[in-house]
């Protein structure tokens, strides 16, 4: 990725740096950021550049060092060229790369908005500053800078990507989907293109167009288990169950430590019809994420459905404490308390319920089974009388 980040920007900024070592040069655009690194300091050293030539060097040397990943060399160099040449956008352009990927991002928007200053057509500082901007989630800033970047440089694929990002996030689902095939166009191996574009068809209910981004995403990132638990996701909403817990498991051996993945497989079992198989992940799900209200709410509504009414019950409380005042969850420990015949506290939360707003039908509860045991009490009668 750091060096999918650095290309970006170099096969912009070739031309501004004319007075750089050509080898110097040539060396980073090739991704041989060691030699690159030997070869600008030479260059350097040599004493023989102009003062723009020395301060492309020490630039085109921070973008070496950024390939290899000492930011402080890189920072320090851009800071040493913008000393010798603060007339030219490359050193801000490199700097404001490290603040972002230092994720300083005020620093890095300084920057690259120095940078599209001095040349506003500098396409990599304005994609860099939309990718900020999306971070920060201030999408109509980062569509416009993307745009722009896209407009001055249409192949760059990682512009494209990201603007795709922004329209997702904006619920711009058509538009996401053209700019993550235009990027694929351009980079057929662009995973984060693949996960978002299969991300948009599975929303658009466009399964085996779904199905084929999230495969070739495996092929390309086998190691990535968000590529099987997307998969999974297709595999469920198309009653695959099986295939959907196989991936789940592959994901889960990639990373043992996400809650979510034994979430997602304890519902997958429970739809493939093995509740004891459900409780074991919503078990450990929990124990990965104490805190998660939702968890123990999960676990309950299978509690339920098993009879185990008591545990169920206890699952609620603590989600209630957790998170309390939710509707759904109240309601929820409503039907079970009186499944147990537990009269007095189920009339109790069934009040609760209609006070705080979120239950505007008593007429709803009169039509389910799970209050049949409550139903000739006195507190009941009072609740529908109300």
Known sequence: MRFAIVAFCLAVVVPSVVYASGECR???????????VEECTTAIESGKGSREGVAAGYAWRGFAYMGIGDL???????????????????????RGQVGEMRKDYAAARSDLSKAI???????????HRGMISYAEKRYDEALADLSRSIELDPKNARALSFRGNTYAVMNEREKAVDDYTKALELNPGD??????????????????????????????????????????????????????IEDLSRAIEIDPAQ????SQRGLTY??????????????????????????????????????RVDDSAADLK???????????????????????????????????????GGLRNRNLVAREKDFDNIRGSECYRKFMER
Request: proline share 4%.
């Open 270 to 307: 429970v739809f493939y019809r093995r509740p004891d198989r459900a409780e074991q992940d919503f078990t450990k799900a929990i124990e990965l994420r104490p805190g998660s209200s939702g968890l123990y709410v999960t676990r309950a509504a299978l509690y339920k459905e098993m009879d």
């Open 72 to 94: 402080q060399k890189a920072r320090d160099d851009f800071d040493r060229a913008i000393e010798i040449d603060p007339r030219s956008d490359t050193p801000y352009l490199g």
């Open 117 to 127: 200053e001095i040349n506003p057509r500098n396409a990599a500082a304005l994609g």
């Open 318 to 356: 603590r989600a209630l404490e957790l998170k309390p005042g939710q509707l759904a969850t109240i309601m929820l420990l409503a039907r079970v308390e009186s499944l147990r015949k537990n009269v007095s506290e189920a009339c109790r939360l069934l009040s609760l319920a209609y006070a705080t």
């Open 259 to 262: 809650a979510i993945l034994y």
């Open 191 to 244: 995973f984060l293109s693949l996960l978002g574009r299969g991300l948009m068809q599975k929303k658009m209910k466009r399964y085996e167009g779904a199905l084929a981004d999230y495969n070739a995403l495996i092929k390309v990132a086998p190691g990535f288990w968000q590529a099987y638990q997307g998969r999974a996701d297709i595999y469920a909403a198309t009653k695959r169950y099986g295939r959907a």
């Open 26 to 36: 040539d060396l980073v655009v090739r991704g041989r950021f060691a030699e690159a």
